[in-house]
């Protein structure tokens, strides 16, 4: 990027905070309530415009809370699809016939448990992957983030933020990927059904000995963590997206992001409350540098000790919000010069 576009990026401009009451407001995330339940504050203001790119084709509404102004305010904006893109973190290919399954009969993987884990696939087929295929000519670049490193298998199946493979390579890898997964012993140690407790510290001693969410060797199997995984197969992985690896860090994933004149960020994916937030592609790293929109509705939070992940997700976005813009998935629309156009063609 060029010294005098960086100097653009920088200059300051003057905002008029002025905030219109909302009368008649109708819940907010409640397109997908089987996934999120319904944000239900009815006391919203309107705030004006912050971003308003020139040559705009992306209508988006967005929201956050505030104490100070006593509700929530919601901004409308415009932005240039091909300065955007869509990050989903962690859509991991779990229990979802690729080979990398929750280790048995113990084990602890990604939202928990097997069947957690197909509760999140029929997210990801039914709200996730059709909202990224109705933008994928809109934006400008979509990126999925992976654990680990860019291991052989998996630069050879997606292209990253280092080359782009042949049809060819991402079959060969394709193939090495199945042989990989389908290798490994998915069997780790039953629960302990006896074990010491010290009587002054009882309870600690039951939760060292007995923990919630032990993901280690004794459950999940030496080995596990080392695997390559895959993007969960609900997602049609385009030949031109991008798969980032959390290992290479953070100040890649940002340099490549700039090259490709990337200045917004729509953030989606797994789970709200954890890695959305503090891994490689999260919010907490993406918000200084990018414009970063989440979607919440496209998101879930891990939910232990319930059957849904609706509460939970509410929950994390409610929090999320005092600081970050939360939008959703009927709230990002092609501009309607642009909608017209498209149908024309």
């Known amino acids: 990027m060029l010294a005098e576009e960086l100097d653009q990026q920088d200059e300051t401009f003057h905002y008029d905070n002025h905030l219109k009451k909302l009368s008649a407001v109708d819940p907010i995330l ?3 309530p089987e996934f999120v339940e319904p944000i239900r504050e009815k006391n919203r203001f309107e705030a004006p415009s912050i971003i308003r790119d020139a040559g705009s084709d992306l209508e988006l509404r967005a929201w956050r809370f505030s104490y100070n102004a006593r509700g929530i305010v919601e901004v409308p904006n415009q932005l240039k699809g091909s300065e955007t893109a869509i990050v989903v973190v962690h859509p991991w290919g779990i229990d979802d016939g690729q080979g990398w399954t929750t280790p048995e009969p113990a084990g ?9 884990n197909q509760l999140y696939r029929k997210h990801v087929k039914q709200v996730l992957n059709p909202w990224l295929q109705s933008l994928r000519d809109t934006v400008g670049l979509v990126v999925y983030s992976l654990p680990g490193k860019g291991d052989t298998i ?5 292209r990253s933020v280092h080359r ?16 990989t997964l389908s290798s490994f012993v998915y069997q780790g140690n039953p629960l302990p059904k006896q074990f010491k407790l010290r009587k002054n510290q009882a309870l600690d001693n039951f939760f060292f000995h007995f923990p919630g969410s032990d993901g280690g060797d004794q459950y999940n199997a030496a080995g596990f963590w ?40 729509l953030l989606a994916g797994y789970a709200t409350d954890m890695c959305v937030c503090g891994t490689t592609a999260g ?12 979607v919440g509705d496209a998101t879930l939070a891990t939910f232990p000790a319930n059957p849904s992940p609706r509460f939970a997700t ?17 709230w990002i629309q092609p501009t309607l010069e642009t909608a017209v156009s498209g149908t024309t063609q």
């Open 154 to 158: 998996r630069q050879g199946m997606y």
């Open 226 to 265: 080392q695997l390559p995984i895959p993007v969960v197969k609900e997602i049609d992985v385009h030949p031109d997206d991008v798969v980032i690896y959390d290992e290479e860090g953070y100040a890649s994933l940002k340099q490549f992001l700039q090259s490709q004149a990337i200045r917004h960020v």
């Open 108 to 116: 602890v993987s990604f939202f928990g448990t097997s069947h957690k």
């Open 283 to 294: 919010y907490e790293n993406l918000s200084p540098d990018f414009n970063v929109f989440i």
């Open 30 to 32: 409640a397109d997908f």
């Open 314 to 330: 509410n929950a994390s976005l409610s929090l999320v919000s005092l600081n970050h813009f939360i939008t959703q998935i009927s």
């Open 164 to 179: 782009r493979p042949t049809d060819q390579e991402r079959l060969h890898a394709r193939r090495q990927l199945t042989q």
